[in-house]
């Protein structure tokens, strides 16, 4: 019988194949030359792609966690990155564009804040109440930039009005020292959107 192998387990793991997995369970730990473990291949993968053995890869990577895979494991990055991190939940959320995986690694209680810069790239009202409701830091940077800014930046009003109900901070600024207000007003947001940052910044 020939022995697991990394190429084995990442195959499984991206074809969802909770069952073919449990073969190289030991090397759940194991990376491929970008740092990605099974688990972040498993979550970065779309539902409805050819080939799936389940529908939303909850059942892989509830098999991933139950042989050791860590709930938190991080990609290796750039230091330009600033706080992001590409945890499996990142993936799940920003690749594979898969709520349901997100939900399910959310009720585990991974960190969902590295999520909130995916869900503001997309303006999916959706995904970002969910990532809310599981309380994650607000004001982290990535690029130099909170989720807040970012949004206010690329204009994604929906997530934008979420992030300020949630309590982010617009005071925080970027690398060229402007805030989500003055983003807000060279981009020129509607003005009831620059007045709620305006009255949010002088509450923070």
């Given at each position: 019988?020939?022995?697991?192998?990394?190429?084995?387990?990442?195959?499984?793991?991206?074809?969802?194949?909770?069952?073919?997995?449990?073969?190289?369970?030991?090397?759940v730990t194991a990376s491929d030359p970008r740092g990605r473990m099974a688990l972040n291949l498993a979550c970065a993968v779309?539902?409805?792609?050819?080939?799936?053995?389940?529908p939303d890869g909850t059942q892989t990577a509830t098999a991933l966690l139950a042989a050791g895979a860590d709930?938190?494991?991080a990609v290796p990055m750039d230091a330009d990155e600033g706080e992001f991190r590409a945890t499996p939940v990142w993936y799940a959320a920003a690749r594979g564009e898969n709520l349901a995986l997100v939900r399910f690694l959310l009720a585990r209680g991974v960190d969902a804040s590295p999520?909130?810069?995916?869900a503001v790239w997309r303006d999916d009202a959706v995904l970002?109440?969910?990532?809310?409701a599981a309380k994650p830091r607000l004001n982290l940077r990535a690029h130099g930039e909170t989720p807040l800014f970012s949004a206010a930046r690329l204009k994604r009003l929906k997530t934008l009005d979420l992030l300020i109900e949630a309590g982010a901070d617009p005071s925080v600024p970027d690398r060229q020292g402007r805030d989500a207000v003055a983003i807000a007003r060279a981009r020129r947001l509607p003005k009831e959107v620059v007045a709620r940052l305006e009255e949010a910044r002088g509450a923070a």
């Open positions: 019988m020939k022995p697991p192998t990394k190429t084995a387990l990442f195959a499984a793991a991206k074809r969802w194949d909770a069952a073919a997995l449990a073969a190289a369970s030991e090397l779309k539902p409805g792609a050819a080939g799936l053995a389940e709930l938190e494991a999520c909130l810069w995916a970002c109440g969910a990532l809310l």
